[in-house]
């Protein structure tokens, strides 16, 4: 599987962005598609994911802020962001697990919050 992340920019604290990642490839042998971020120095993290069911699960930090969501018909998973910090501050990478329990990651996309 291929992804290609974009959506990624400067946002003044309390704004919104959308993060949009294309998949391509082995399509069919997706079983979890997610975010993940990575802030200077921090260990990557994973944001939110959202399974073959349309289950979705949150980090803490980003519940009732964030949301992941998927246009099947488009090969596109998308991560809504709202009331931004700060703290999120971060270069997000989307990520999928195959039916072989093999991980994809995408080139990572740049979100900075700061006034």
């Known amino acids: 599987v291929q992804l290609q992340a974009s959506g990624g920019g400067l946002v003044q604290p309390g704004g919104s962005l959308r993060l949009s990642c294309v998949a391509s490839g082995s399509i069919a042998s997706i079983v979890a598609m997610a975010w993940y971020r990575q802030a200077p120095g921090e260990q990557r993290e994973m944001v939110a994911v959202?399974?073959?069911?349309?289950?979705?699960n949150y980090a803490d930090s980003v519940k009732g802020r964030f949301t992941i969501s998927r246009d099947i018909a488009k090969n596109t998973l998308y991560l809504q962001m709202s009331s931004l910090k700060p703290e999120d501050t971060a270069v997000y990478y989307c990520n999928t697990l195959d039916n072989l329990r093999r991980d994809s990651w995408g080139q990572g996309t740049l979100v900075t919050v700061s006034s």
């Open positions: 959202i399974v073959g069911s349309g289950t979705t």
